[in-house]
């Protein structure tokens, strides 16, 4: 059913899919907001993302789905005519003019793994204001983590605001924060063209990060114990005019090269710089300095360095700028993952003894693992979730007394989605 929405229309569709929320599915609130001819998704992935593909434009048979406004109320008729037959990858209406936009998504992360927990996103331009009405859409809060901007006191999944301009600024906030690691991705559409520098900045790490005006930036931080890594207001995105910053950090490519990985940067508007540092990281969060090289004060500059000791598994890379004066800047969060060839995961003994399967661990990426035990009927006998600390482990899978003899599959889903099957002979 197609929704033919009006402009301020928005619709919140309740997203059960184990591809959001968290890696054990519990789900979360997708908000459909109507912007340039067709309906965009907040924060998008889940049954709006592969493999599902599902088209925002339609509802489908017996999905259950709220719409509403902040400040009045209305009636929703359903004519006749809006009923289709099929799908349709296409435009409801013919976009007009260029879309600006920032998303802001949250994920966690654990060995290089993530996974999305929620998002918001600022839709800009002229024909909205920076006020509380029908064109933003509040937030419905999840049982997990979330993610929102605050306007007028309110907490909203999608805020419609009027153009930006000098020293405007986005009050991200977080919520349900639990002691981990976290990454934000600041997606950006068409916001180069304000003349202006986005930046995202952390009050707790006292960090500022310049983003990507027209692309992704990806920024990993940590909530431990201490109150202020977990509090609502620790992040903001203020625009400043891009002549304030020293250096604009135009690209950061990170590759394997062989058995190492190359660093490369660009850089522009370089003005009274001292420094760059490369700083490496095996887990996204913390840091610290593999190479230091003067900055050349050029318009433009290129640098790289070939990082000859990588680790095993993900790689990430960031680049630290450092005025005369003391001022950092850090670019966005570049990474790699590098493969053991020596990685397997076996049974030992096959048969097993005792009713205990035995599977070993060598050289596996640290995090959760799914383990299903599988009888030749297709039923599922066991079904459950293993913590692996990374390396070399042997993990005991007890079975049940009443499992019969006979040749079972054991399915192991690994930390990057990927599943291997073997033969079990109890």
């Known amino acids: 059913m197609n929704p033919a929405p009006s402009a301020s229309s928005k619709i919140y569709v309740w997203d059960a899919s184990s591809t959001i929320g968290s890696v054990n599915g519990y789900g979360a609130y997708q908000t459909l907001t109507y912007s340039g001819g067709t309906f965009s998704v907040t924060p998008g992935s889940g049954i709006y993302g592969a493999p599902y593909n599902q088209n925002p434009n339609y509802i489908e048979s017996s999905q259950a789905f709220l719409v509403g406004g902040n400040a009045s109320s209305y009636n929703i008729n359903f004519a006749e005519t809006i009923k289709s037959s099929g799908s349709s990858t296409g435009y409801l209406l013919t ?30 331009g002229s024909e909205y204001c920076n006020c509380l009405d029908d064109d933003d859409a509040y937030k419905i809060l999840n049982s997990g983590e979330n993610v929102g901007f605050t306007r007028d006191g309110a907490l909203l999944s999608v805020e419609r605001h009027y153009s930006i301009n000098d020293k405007d600024t986005f009050f991200l906030t977080i919520g349900n924060m639990r002691l981990l690691n976290y990454m934000w991705q600041i997606n950006t559409d068409n916001l180069d063209i304000t003349g202006l520098n986005g930046l995202l900045v952390d009050s707790f790490a006292n960090t500022t990060t310049q983003l990507d005006m027209n692309g992704a930036t990806f920024i990993n931080f940590n909530v431990n114990s201490t109150p202020g890594s977990y509090k609502a207001n620790r992040f903001n995105i203020v625009f400043t005019p891009a002549t304030v910053m020293a250096v604009t950090f135009t690209s950061v490519k990170a590759f394997q090269q062989n058995g190492d990985i190359e660093v490369e940067w660009l850089a522009q508007n370089e003005q009274n710089l001292e420094k760059y540092e490369v700083q490496v990281s095996a887990d996204g969060t913390n840091y610290e300095s593999a190479y230091t090289v003067q900055a050349n004060n050029f318009p433009v500059s290129n640098y790289s ?13 960031r680049i630290k700028s450092t005025d005369l004066n003391g001022k ?13 060839a020596n990685a397997t995961i ?12 035995n599977l070993q661990m060598t050289n596996q990426l640290s995090g959760n693992y799914g383990i299903r035990l599988i009888n030749n009927l297709g039923q599922v006998i066991i079904s459950k979730q293993i913590t692996h600390a990374g390396g070399t482990a042997t993990k005991s899978i007890q079975l049940n007394k009443f499992v019969a003899k006979g040749i079972y599959q054991l399915e192991v889903t690994k930390t990057d989605g990927s599943i291997i099957t073997m033969d079990v002979i109890e």
């Open 95 to 124: 976009p007009a003019g260029i879309l600006q936009d920032l998303k802001a998504n949250l994920y966690t992360v654990a060995s290089g793994d993530t996974t999305l927990m929620d998002g918001a996103k600022e839709d800009i």
């Open 305 to 317: 360095w070939l990082d000859v000791n990588p680790y095993q598994g993900y790689n990430y890379f």
């Open 328 to 340: 950092v800047v850090y670019s966005k969060v570049v990474a790699v993952l590098m493969p053991d």
């Open 346 to 357: 076996s049974i030992y003994p096959n048969p097993v003894k005792n009713g205990i399967i």
